[in-house]
């Protein structure tokens, strides 16, 4: 069986971070693993509280898991703190994993600041070099290349470029709070594609990105080409999305066995 490993936050009601990770994981016949970066206090209403683990432990959860186990693809999600950031860089140089997918989480959909804002810089300067695929949504893209807003489909292809200039081997900025359909562009370098799906009506869309990247490091995991892995992964978020869960009183959750269980 092939494998993946997440390295991101907890969210205590199941719908964002390392639980929706490991539940596509799962979903995809893939052996999920986890490090946990941060604990979050969360619902789908707010964060209520973050408490981050130390850089130590953050090391040890890495150590345990490569010394022992082959690592077909990682997943980065929130992680949260300059500390952090560079314990994990530092495992990922020291046992390379093939595929990194990486998440840049900076806000929570309830607009909680799950990146410090001292962060930033750091993961732009260890992480972004490191990864297969960075997968900014429209924010977040336009947090790491600080040039104005992006409100259109040749804003994203912009922002896309800029980004890739920054060093992952190709960007995909998620199009998810655009209007209109849900259009995710993709660069790596050589040319454009973009991912196109019918938006769906919906207030459940807590953890979509989390889902989406997760959904990419196991279609990598199973030895699927990039471009394959992104038309996977987004016919996987769009299913989650319309069968979406209308759990708990704010922005409910992907459902992730959708083929089996629809609401
Ligand atoms: N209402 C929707 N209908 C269909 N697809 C959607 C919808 N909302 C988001 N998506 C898709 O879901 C994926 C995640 O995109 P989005 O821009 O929401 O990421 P995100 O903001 O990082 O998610 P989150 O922070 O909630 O985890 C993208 O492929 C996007 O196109
Ligand atoms: C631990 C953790 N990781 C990621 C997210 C982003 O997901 P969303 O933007 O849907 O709140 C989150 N809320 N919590």
Redesign the pocket.
């Known amino acids: 069986m092939k494998t993946a490993l997440t390295i991101a936050g907890s969210d205590s009601s199941g719908g964002?971070g390392i639980q929706?990770d490991l539940k596509t994981f799962s979903a995809h016949g893939v052996y999920g693993m986890s490090v946990i970066v941060s604990i979050t206090a969360q619902n789908t209403q707010k964060v209520e509280e973050v408490e981050d683990l130390s850089p130590r432990i953050i090391g040890a959860q890495l150590d345990a898991v490569f010394s022992d186990i082959t690592v077909d693809a990682v997943k980065i999600g929130m992680v949260s703190n300059p500390e952090a950031i560079r314990v994990i860089a530092e495992k990922l140089i020291q046992y390379k994993p093939k595929f990194i997918v990486l998440?840049p989480?900076m806000?929570?959909?309830s607009g909680y600041d799950l990146l410090q804002p001292e962060a930033k810089n750091v993961l732009i300067e260890k992480l972004l070099p490191l990864a297969t695929i960075v997968?900014?949504?429209?924010?977040?893209a336009e947090r790491l290349i600080n040039n104005g807003e992006i409100t259109t489909i040749e804003g994203m292809k912009e922002a896309a470029k800029q980004i890739y200039a920054l060093g992952p081997q190709a960007v995909?900025v998620?199009?998810?709070?655009?209007e209109g359909?849900?259009?995710?562009v993709f660069y790596d370098g050589k040319q454009f594609e973009t991912?196109e799906?019918?938006?769906?009506?919906?207030k459940n869309?807590?953890?979509?990105?989390?889902?989406?990247?997760s959904a990419i490091a196991s279609h990598l995991a199973k030895g699927e080409a990039l471009e394959e892995a992104i038309e996977g992964?987004?016919t996987y978020?769009?299913g989650a999305?319309?069968h979406s869960l209308s759990i708990g009183h704010g922005?409910g959750p992907t459902n992730h066995f959708f083929q089996w269980f629809k609401n």
């Open positions: 964002a929706a998440d989480v806000v929570s959909k997968t900014p949504n429209l924010f977040e995909l998620k199009g998810g709070h655009l359909d849900a259009v995710d991912f799906e019918e938006r769906i009506e919906t869309t807590h953890g979509t990105g989390c889902t989406l990247s992964a987004k978020i769009q999305i319309r922005s």
